[in-house]
């Protein structure tokens, strides 16, 4: 940075040092004249902003009159120590237009003589709104970011109009070998399509004729299993009828078995019985 920007700079940064310190220090000496913008805009800002934004908005007066003369304060130190300088303009001309709307509102005024005062206040702040634009593009003679990409645009622009016209001043037989070249690979790649789509509708075909096959089989191994259960049920069909035929004579056998069973207990119980009473006849008499 040269003595001359360091000087110009810190003039310009001057008149907002000292309003934003004043700011910051008593801030209810602005808040009737910042309380009308606030009252009107801070709602339309809370309206629209962003949620994580909108909780962080002040609400009082004093505290926005703070936040601006902050703005004014360390933009203008930046400008003056040259650290951060062009976004301290940034910051100024961000904190110069609210604080020129408040201030000097020519229009609202009531006679000639006070609009004439704030038209005159309000123009001043006006250039230097116009001061601290150019002090934000100001690059100290080096080249700005716009600067190079034009550059760097046209110097690609020559570098192909140059390679393009080398290009197009070749041989002749440079031309004819680059396009019996081309013709011979636009033929291999033909030809190479050409035994590509053969080979593929050759394992199409195949890929076809196993689908066939193993579909015929499927329906073979269904049909063979329609038949099975057909069999399978009339062969259990016809098992359920024997049984059922069998079932009679053998609860008829059952029956006649039970009868004889019981014939039997009962003649060895009339024996027993008859047994029973011979042998206590017998007693009787030995005891007499």
Known sequence: MTLFRAFARTLLASQFVVTGYKAIRNPDA?????????DRWMPL???YAPEQIEGVIPDD????VRINGALELFGGLALASGKGR???SVLLAISLVPATVVEYPF???????????DRELFLKNVSLLGGVLLAARDTEGKPGIVWRAQSGGKAIAKDTKRTTKQLTSGSKDFTDSALAGGTALVGAVVATSRRAQKRAAKQVKVARAAAQKQAEAARKAAKQAGKDAKKNRKVAKKNR????????????ATGVAIQSV????????????HAASKMAK???????
């Open 45 to 47: 800002v809370r309206k």
């Open 61 to 64: 007066t004093a505290t926005l």
């Open 282 to 288: 017998n007693i009787q008499l030995g005891q007499n």
């Open 30 to 38: 602005y808040v009737p004249a910042a309380q009308p913008l606030v």
């Open 107 to 117: 229009w609202s005024r009531d006679t000639a003589e006070e609009k004439a005062i």
């Open 86 to 88: 062009r976004l301290g």
């Open 262 to 273: 019981k014939k039997a207990a009962s003649e060895q119980l009339e024996t027993a019985q």
């Open 241 to 252: 009828k024997v049984a059922k035929k069998n079932a009679v004579p053998a609860l008829a």
